[in-house]
């Protein structure tokens, strides 16, 4: 029976399904499996080796945010990079979270930044630790930059029953109305705005993880670039 060909593009998939493959343990690829494959497909198995063991640069995300029209309250977003960076490299990614706060506790292995986005604080560990580089952004709603609204709320409030009640008595009704409308309009008002802040907060945390991804890459840790793998099965 003559051996199975593969085209590249067959090649190719295969190999990057097996490196980033995920999920339950029918999905898992053992690195022999790996190795046999790259044996196959005319790869440098040594050199798959080498960069297995650096990392693979694949990205798992996991996100807590809230639902509802409400408020949202604590929401943390966290991304989990195969590859382990140098201590260089954990504070360049994180100097670009940029942030007021700066956490020396444990030098080379996790950095700290703490900043505002919009309504939101937010503290963000960088921390490379076990082959592996994890990013975790905490956002909790900011009362301190909330708080400065809170009586401008209740004077415009009070001002607007005092006018209806001034124009006629008889408006009681339609001016807690009006009370109850400003203060919903706040409240859902701030809570879009939290929502735009979120995806901010998101977008950022996407950038840091791809910011450690090239890093990664840089240093040879993704599974054969597509590339190389291109002129190796090329051959």
Do not use: H
């Not at 090649?11 to 343990?25: F, I, K, Q």
């Not at 790996?34 to 005319?42: C, N, R, S, T």
């Not at 203060?183 to 809570?191: D, E, I, K, N, S």
């Amino acid at each position: 029976m003559s051996e199975r060909r593969y085209t590249r593009e067959e090649a190719m998939e295969a190999l990057r399904a097996a490196s980033e493959s995920g999920g339950g343990d029918d999905d898992l690829v053992t690195e022999s499996e790996l190795l046999a494959m790259a044996g196959e497909m005319g790869v440098d198995s040594e050199q798959l080796r080498a960069v297995l063991a650096r990392g693979t640069g694949s990205v798992q995300g996991r996100d807590n945010v809230a639902t509802g029209w409400g408020w949202p309250g604590n929401e943390t977003f966290e991304r989990v990079i195969d590859g382990e960076l140098s201590p260089g490299q954990l504070e360049e990614v994180a100097e670009l979270a940029g942030g007021r706060y700066e956490d020396g506790g444990t030098p080379g292995v996790r950095e700290t930044r703490e900043f505002w986005e919009g309504w939101r604080y937010v503290t963000l560990d960088v921390t490379a630790r076990g082959g592996r580089t994890r990013i975790l952004a905490k956002s909790k709603i900011s009362y301190m930059r909330l708080s400065p609204f809170f009586p401008l709320l209740a004077i415009a409030c009070l001002m607007f029953f005092t006018l209806m009640l001034k124009e006629n008595p008889a408006n009681l009704e339609q001016a807690l109305q009006g009370v109850i409308s400003m203060g919903l309009l706040f409240y859902f008002g701030v809570g879009w705005g939290m929502r735009l802040n979120r995806k901010r907060i998101l977008a950022r945390v996407e950038e840091l993880a791809a910011s450690v991804q090239e890093q990664v890459r840089g240093q040879g840790a993704l599974v054969v670039g597509e590339e190389e793998l291109e002129d190796r099965l090329g051959r």
